[in-house]
C-alpha cells in the first residue's frame, strides 16, 4: 500500500477498533464464539415405543424401559437431517403490494438418515414395515438351530401389503466434544424409503424419512418434538 493511500483512509479504518463500528465488545455481553460451533462427531438413532417413555434428558435409552428402546447402528457421515416445512398463505388487499397478513396453513416435521447396517433387524423392519416391536415374538427373529433348508442365523417374513400403521418413538444424539444435542419424537412413522441396492461396488445403505405426528410428551399430549441441548459450557452472558 502506498504512502499516500494509508494517509488517506479512514482513521476508522486505520485504529481497527470494533467499538468504533458499532460492535459490541466482547466484554460487556454475548459475541462471537467458536466454542458454540456444532459439528456432530458422532450421531446414534433409537427406536422404541410410541409415547412412552420419553427421556428427560440425556439418559442413556437403553434404560428408559417403557420405551424397550433399540439401536438402528452406525449412520452416515451426513447424519440426520430436521426439516421443517410450513406452507403458507398471503392475504393481499387493495391498495398495497404487500401482504397484509401471512397464515399458516400446513406444516410438518421430518428427519432424514442413512443407515448403514444393512443387516441390522430393526432397520430391515422400519424398511419393510414389519412391526419392530415386540422383538421376542418379531418375524425377524434369527434361528438358533439349522432347520431343513434354513439355516442358523436366519430369519424368512412376508413384507406386508398393505402394512399396518406403524408408529415409533425415536431417539436422535449427536456429540460434539462435550456438546451434545438430543431429538425426541414421541409419534413418528417411517414415510419415505430410498432404494435398497444390493451390490459390490459398496454397502447396501438403507435412507429412511421419519415424520412426526403430534404425541404424548409427559402432561403435553400435542407434542410433535422435543430438543435437549448440552452447551457444554456457561451460557451466563446470554441470558442476563
Known amino acids: 500500500m502506498s504512502e499516500q493511500t ?12 470494533p467499538a468504533l ?5 466482547p466484554a460487556t455481553g454475548p459475541y462471537k464464539n467458536n466454542n458454540l460451533l456444532y459439528a456432530a462427531g458422532d450421531v446414534v438413532v433409537w427406536v422404541g415405543q410410541p409415547n412412552v417413555g420419553p427421556p ?9 424401559v417403557a420405551g424397550s428402546y433399540k439401536c438402528l447402528g452406525w449412520v452416515d457421515v451426513s447424519g440426520y437431517i430436521f426439516k421443517l416445512d410450513e406452507t403458507t398463505k398471503d392475504v393481499p388487499a387493495a391498495g398495497v403490494l404487500t401482504p ?21 433387524p430393526y432397520v430391515l423392519a422400519l424398511y419393510d414395515d414389519v412391526p419392530v416391536f415386540p422383538v421376542a415374538s418379531s418375524p425377524l427373529k434369527a434361528t438358533t438351530t439349522s432347520a431343513s433348508s434354513l ?12 402394512p399396518a400403521d406403524n408408529r415409533y418413538g425415536l431417539i436422535f444424539d449427536s ?9 425426541y419424537a414421541p409419534f413418528a412413522k417411517v414415510t419415505a424409503r430410498g ?4 451390490q459390490q461396488g459398496d454397502i447396501v445403505t438403507t435412507d429412511l424419512t421419519f415424520t412426526f405426528y403430534p404425541g404424548t410428551i409427559g402432561s403435553n399430549t400435542a407434542a410433535v418434538a422435543q430438543r435437549a441441548v448440552n452447551y457444554g459450557q456457561a451460557m451466563t452472558t446470554y441470558f442476563t
Open 6 to 17: 494509508a494517509k488517506d483512509r479512514n482513521p476508522q479504518v486505520t485504529a481497527d477498533d
Open 21 to 25: 463500528f458499532g460492535l459490541t465488545p
Open 56 to 64: 428427560v434428558g440425556f439418559e442413556d435409552p437403553s434404560g428408559l
Open 100 to 120: 397484509i397478513r401471512t397464515l399458516i396453513t400446513g406444516g410438518s416435521k421430518t428427519v432424514q438418515a442413512t443407515f448403514l447396517e444393512g443387516m441390522n
Open 151 to 162: 439355516p442358523v442365523n436366519s430369519a424368512v417374513y412376508i413384507i406386508p401389503d398393505p
Open 175 to 183: 456429540i460434539d466434544g462435550t456438546k451434545q444435542e438430543r431429538l
Open 195 to 198: 432404494n435398497r441396492q444390493a
